[in-house]
């Protein structure tokens, strides 16, 4: 078994795992961890936990140290630089006339180098755009290109819930939802009420599809004839919170069944990643990348 310690780099960002190297670290401490952009400034969120050897990525990478006072200082430097960066870069945006909307900047701890995210209708050729960027701050630059889900993330804001939006809250990834899972559940297809600030389908859709695709396996679909004890009846509406089946006999009379009366409960469900036509939300965000030495 390998101990692991989980870090996250920027608020609701992906948690990357590191070898905590002997240091007993809880959640929350503050720690230097090595990324592929060089040293990171990072807050531990997942506290010492134990995986099998076999789970280790191959590269895990060992905590530098503990954040020091010098650390902190430092980090406090690169916001003041990385506001400065951020309306330099949207100066420069409307100076060159890019059809293009600067979203966040991930500035490197230890400023060898800045990432620029923005979002564009279309490609767009930013090269004399890196050009004075880089003559300006001195440092290597990326410009990516994101989708509209991770504008929402790095932004944030209210869902239609009232609630914080959990891309910004807790989610560490985004999973691709389709209009074939909001039919399953029983939603309005109003694009309106299933969609996120975002635009796309709301990520809250997958939450529990695993238990409205366990019942749907589990029981006859709505209009099916079954044989019961009283004769044959017809699927007239699923409780999938119930596990419940309403049937109605050729008679008219209605009566009610628990869902394993049509056999065991399904094993556990994967849910499709591809559902072919009815797939409407895109994970294909385009990273543009330049290096001027």
């Known amino acids: 078994m390998t101990v692991v310690v989980g870090v996250c780099l920027r608020k609701c960002g992906k948690v990357i795992y590191c070898d905590p190297d002997?240091?007993?670290?809880?959640?929350?401490?503050?720690?230097?961890?090595p990324t592929p952009k060089g040293v990171e400034f990072g807050v531990v969120v997942a506290p010492h936990r134990e995986i099998p050897d076999c789970s280790v990525p191959e590269d895990l990478k060992k905590v530098v140290r503990r954040a020091t006072d010098r650390d902190r200082q430092q980090k406090n430097r690169n916001e003041i630089r990385r506001d400065r960066?951020?309306?330099r870069c949207q100066e420069l945006i409307v100076r060159h006339e890019l059809p293009m909307k600067l979203i966040d900047i991930d500035y490197v701890f230890d400023g060898s180098s800045i990432t620029f995210y923005f979002t564009a209708e279309g490609r767009v050729d930013f090269r004399a755009l890196v050009r004075d960027l880089a003559s300006t701050l001195k440092t290597r630059i990326e410009l990516r290109q994101i989708g509209v889900r991770d504008e929402a993330k790095m932004i944030g804001g209210l869902g239609p819930c009232g609630r914080t939006l959990c891309c910004a809250l807790f989610l560490d990834e985004f999973y691709p939802i389709s209009i074939r899972m909001a039919k399953e559940q029983r939603l309005p297809l109003n694009p309106a009420k299933i969609s996120g600030v975002c635009g796309r389908l709301m990520c809250c859709l997958r939450y529990e599809q695993d238990a409205y695709r366990r019942f749907l396996l589990w029981v006859p679909g709505i209009g099916e004839k079954v044989d019961t004890e009283r004769g044959e009846a017809r699927v007239i509406a699923h409780d999938i919170l119930e596990e419940k089946v309403t049937l109605e006999l050729e008679d008219g009379e209605k009566f009610t069944v628990p869902a394993d009366y049509f056999g065991p409960e399904p094993e556990e469900v994967e849910i499709?990643?591809?559902?072919?036509?009815?797939?409407?939300?895109?994970?294909a965000d385009i990273e543009l990348t330049e290096d001027l030495e």
């Open 22 to 33: 002997r240091l007993s670290l809880r959640s929350g401490d503050e720690v230097i961890v």
């Open 272 to 283: 499709e990643t591809e559902e072919a036509e009815d797939e409407i939300v895109e994970d």
């Open 85 to 87: 960066a951020f309306r």
